[in-house]
């Protein structure tokens, strides 16, 4: 059942051609307790279950309908801002899953400063 939530998004498989996506090591990591307290720094109301959320959309739920898990420190905050705006757009997601999202990608960034 689960599966069909997802089956109507269109695979963007051609452009990962020749460059297979894995995702990084972290991938089956729950968030941590230092991302939390990092991410509390930028976002004094965030919770473990925020960043939880986010960590599932963007491992296991839409982020990787079209390709694998990306690399979080590949790109910087500014780039990210832009990247999720045009990536939530593709997912679907709704503005509070956005917010998870962003929250687990910052705290990831905040805690490996
Ligand atoms: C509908 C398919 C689809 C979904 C869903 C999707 N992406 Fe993408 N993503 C793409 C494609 C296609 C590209 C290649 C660049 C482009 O077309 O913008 C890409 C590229 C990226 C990149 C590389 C950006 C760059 O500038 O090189 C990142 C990071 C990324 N996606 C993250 C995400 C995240 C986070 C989510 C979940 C919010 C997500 N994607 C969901 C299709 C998707």
Known sequence: MALALFACTP???KSAEGTPKKAESSAVNTPTD??????KTRFPDVTMEKL??????YFNGACV???????????D????VGILDNMAV???????DKDAVWK??????????
């Open 11 to 13: 695979k963007a498989t």
């Open 77 to 80: 905050e500014k780039q990210w």
């Open 90 to 96: 593709k997912a679907q997601l709704s503005a509070v």
């Open 34 to 39: 230092a991302q939390l307290t990092a991410a």
């Open 104 to 113: 687990y990608i910052m705290s990831v960034k905040l805690a490996s400063k």
């Open 52 to 57: 939880k959320e986010g960590h599932t959309i």
């Open 65 to 75: 309908n079209c390709h694998g898990a990306q690399p979080i420190g590949n790109w």
